[in-house]
C-alpha cells in the first residue's frame, strides 16, 4: 500500500527540525482570553494583538455585540439549512441589503466564508473555454476557484500592468476574460494599481473581479476599497469581501452591478450546497458593516496607526516589505524561517502577537513577520510595539 501521506514528508521534516531548535511552535498559539480587540491573554500573559484582521475593531462594539444577542435569542443558535432552502432568514436578507448600501451597488450575495466567495463566483463565471487572469500572488481561494471551474488559467507578475496587458492582448478576442485582482495584497500589504490595471482589462474586452478582503471598511473614503481610493470602483463587475475581518465576524460576499446577477444564487455550488450563516453572525455583520459607513474618524486614526508604526521600524533598521505605508499591513522581512520564528517568539515573550508568514504563503520566498494594526491601537500601543521589537530585534540580533 502507497502511504498517500508520503507527500508531506518534506513538510514534516522541515517542522520537526524547526522545533527541534527549541522553538515555540508558532503555528499552534491558544488565545486563552480576548480582552479587546488589541489585548488577549496568550500563554498567561497580557498580550498586544498586531497579528489580527481586526482592522477596524468591531469584534467588541457594543452594537454589534448587542445585534448578535437578540438574533440569537430570537432566531436561535443556527439556520441549518442551504441559502436557497431553508437557510435564508430576515438577517441574511438585511446583511445583503447593508451590503448593497455599503457599496451602492445593485446586487449582494452573501457566502458562509470568503474563501467561499471566490471558490464559487470565479468558478461559476469562468469555465471550460473562458480565461482567468490574475496577478502570480494570488490569494489560495482564488487560485482553488480557478481550478474548479476549469477556466484557463493565465498569471502575470505580481502588480504588473503592462504583463497583464501583454497576456490579455495574446488570447483570443472572442473569449470569455475574468480578471482577478486585490485591493490590498495580504503579504506584503501592498495596493494593486486597479486604476491602470482595470483600464487595460476592459480595452481587452476582460470582466473584472476584485477581492477586497483586506481593504473594506479602511481604505478609500467611505471604506469600500481600494477600487474606490483610485476612483474606478464603477469599472469593476464583482467585488468581493469578508466578513471575517474588518467587520469582525466570518462570512463572504460578492456585491455587483451585472444585471443577470441574481441567477447566480441558483447556479453557484459553493453558495447552494452548503449551510448558511447562523442569525446571530449575520445580524453582528450588518450591524457592523452599517457602522462601519461611519467610520471616517477610525480610518484616520488607523492611518495614522500604520504611518508612526511603518516610520519607527524602519528607523529601528527592519527591513519592510514596501518603501511607505499602504495598507494596515506592514510585513517584517526575515533573514530565513529559523531567525523568523525565533524573533516572533521573543516578541511573543515581549508581551506581542504576530504572524509568522512563510513560503508557500509568502511572495519569492519570503519568512515575514507580518504586523496588521487596529483602528482600537492607542498611540501609546504602537509606541510600545517599536519598544518590544526594538528589544526582541536586538536580543535576536536582526538589528544591530
Ligand atoms: C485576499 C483574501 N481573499 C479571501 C480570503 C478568505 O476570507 P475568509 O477568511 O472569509 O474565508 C482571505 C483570507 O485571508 C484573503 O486574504
New binding site residues.
Given amino acids: 500500500m502507497t502511504d498517500l501521506f508520503s507527500k508531506f514528508d518534506p513538510l514534516i521534516q522541515q517542522r520537526e527540525t524547526l522545533l527541534a531548535t527549541g522553538v515555540t511552535d508558532p503555528y499552534n498559539l491558544v488565545m486563552e482570553k480576548v480582552i479587546s480587540p488589541t489585548v488577549a491573554i496568550c500563554n498567561g500573559r497580557e498580550t498586544i494583538l498586531l497579528g489580527t ?1 481586526n482592522y477596524m475593531g468591531m469584534t467588541f462594539d457594543e452594537d454589534v455585540i448587542a445585534a448578535g444577542k437578540d438574533a440569537l435569542d430570537k432566531f436561535g443558535s443556527g439556520t441549518t439549512g442551504s441559502r436557497v432552502l431553508n437557510g435564508t432568514y430576515q438577517g441574511h436578507k438585511e446583511c445583503e441589503e447593508a451590503l448593497k448600501e455599503f457599496y451602492a451597488m445593485d446586487h449582494a450575495m452573501v457566502f458562509s ?6 471558490l464559487g463566483i470565479i468558478s461559476t463565471i469562468a469555465g471550460k473555454g473562458d480565461y482567468v487572469i490574475l496577478d502570480i500572488d ?2 489560495a ?2 487560485y482553488d476557484g480557478c481550478a474548479m471551474g476549469n477556466a484557463e488559467i493565465v498569471a502575470f507578475r505580481h502588480n504588473d500592468v503592462e504583463a497583464l496587458e501583454k497576456r490579455l492582448k495574446r488570447l483570443p478576442p472572442e473569449a470569455g476574460k475574468l480578471v482577478v485582482l ?1 485591493g ?3 503579504m506584503l500589504g501592498d495596493v494593486a494599481p486597479l486604476k491602470e490595471m482595470i483600464r487595460v482589462s476592459k480595452e481587452n474586452g476582460a470582466m473584472v473581479l476584485v ?1 477586497e ?2 481593504s473594506m471598511g479602511f481604505i478609500g473614503e467611505n471604506g469600500r476599497g481600494v477600487a474606490e481610493a483610485q476612483g474606478v470602483i464603477d469599472d469593476v463587475d464583482f467585488i ?1 469581501g ?4 474588518s467587520v469582525g465576524t ?3 460576499f460578492c456585491v455587483s452591478n451585472h444585471p443577470k446577477f441574481e441567477i447566480l444564487r441558483l447556479v453557484c455550488r459553493p453558495y447552494v450546497f452548503t449551510a448558511s450563516l447562523p442569525p446571530s453572525v449575520v445580524a453582528t455583520a450588518a450591524t457592523s458593516i452599517r457602522k462601519l459607513m461611519h467610520g471616517s474618524n477610525k480610518r484616520a486614526h488607523l492611518w495614522e496607526n500604520s504611518k508612526v508604526l511603518h516610520k519607527g521600524l524602519r528607523d529601528l533598521g527592519f527591513t519592510l516589505g514596501t518603501d511607505e505605508p499602504q495598507s494596515a499591513i506592514i510585513a517584517v522581512i526575515m533573514p530565513d524561517l529559523e531567525q523568523g520564528a525565533m524573533m516572533w517568539e521573543a516578541l511573543l515573550e515581549e508581551g506581542l502577537y504576530v504572524n509568522l508568514a512563510r513560503p508557500p504563503a509568502t511572495p519569492a520566498n519570503m519568512t515575514l513577520l507580518r504586523c496588521s494594526l487596529c483602528a482600537e491601537h492607542t498611540i501609546e500601543q504602537v509606541g510600545e510595539i517599536l519598544c518590544r521589537f526594538e528589544r526582541a530585534g536586538k536580543r535576536i540580533g536582526i538589528i544591530g
Avoid at 466564508?113 to 471566490?118: C, R, S, W
Wanted: proline share 0%; charged share 10%; hydrophobic share 25%.
Fill in positions: 484582521y466564508t470568503g474563501y467561499q466567495a471566490n494570488s490569494h481561494s482564488i486585490e490590498v495584497y495580504s477581492d478582503a483586506h468581493i469578508t466578513f471575517s475581518k466570518v462570512g463572504g
